[in-house]
């Protein structure tokens, strides 16, 4: 059709909305300012197109708004049946206790997940990250498959990707690497 495809990097339109807060409550636009550029950092592209255009490497020039001072958190955990995935190092980092309420935003390929007063998830009795049933759905995700967490605990921000997605992620970044060789 001859328009140029390229993948898309940045977040979706409508993932990052900021809270409502009450007249005279004092917050900080930094933190989440600086939450949306760790999500735009490690969200994924789009998937691949068929075409035989090169491949495009990773963000790469945005990966220096990740902190670099060891605070990013990494995990692979199991789904279960709820869509629960245990990750006591994680969630203790998040700070999340049993009633906190979870907002969740599919970002491109990302699951971006973070506490929120109107978040629609609950953390159960026993906190752990909880992925809900239409999002697992809409991403393919099914009891027993392994997702990678990646959380940025300072700014309360835990991103959720497929194994699939981290296969995709680092075959794109290694072929872009030996492109440029």
């Known amino acids: ?10 977040l979706a339109q409508t993932a990052w909305q900021p809270t409502k807060r009450a007249s005279g409550e004092s917050g900080s636009g930094d933190a989440l ?3 949306q550029q ?11 197109t068929t075409s035989p255009e090169p491949i495009c490497p990773l963000p790469i020039p945005d990966l220096h708004r990740l902190p670099r001072d060891g605070s990013m ?3 692979i955990g199991r789904v279960d049946a709820s869509g629960r995935v245990a990750n006591h190092e994680i969630v203790q980092a998040l ?10 935003t599919v970002a491109n390929r990302a699951i971006v997940m973070r506490t ?7 953390v159960p009795q026993r906190p752990c990250v909880v ?4 999002i697992r759905h809409r991403r ?7 997702v990678l967490l990646a959380a940025a605990p300072d700014h309360g921000v835990v991103i959720v990707h497929t194994l699939s997605d981290l296969d995709d992620m680092l075959s794109d970044y290694h072929a872009s690497r030996s492109l440029a060789s």
């Open 116 to 122: 929120s007063p109107g978040g629609l998830v609950s």
């Open 140 to 146: 393919g995700i099914r009891t027993g498959d392994h």
């Open 131 to 134: 992925v809900p049933g239409a």
């Open 73 to 75: 958190l990494y995990g």
């Open 1 to 10: 059709m001859g328009s140029e495809r390229r993948p898309n990097w940045g």
């Open 33 to 35: 300012k600086i939450s």
């Open 95 to 104: 700070g999340w206790q049993p009633g906190d309420r979870v907002e969740v």
């Open 38 to 48: 760790i999500v735009g950092a490690l969200a994924m592209p789009s998937p691949r």
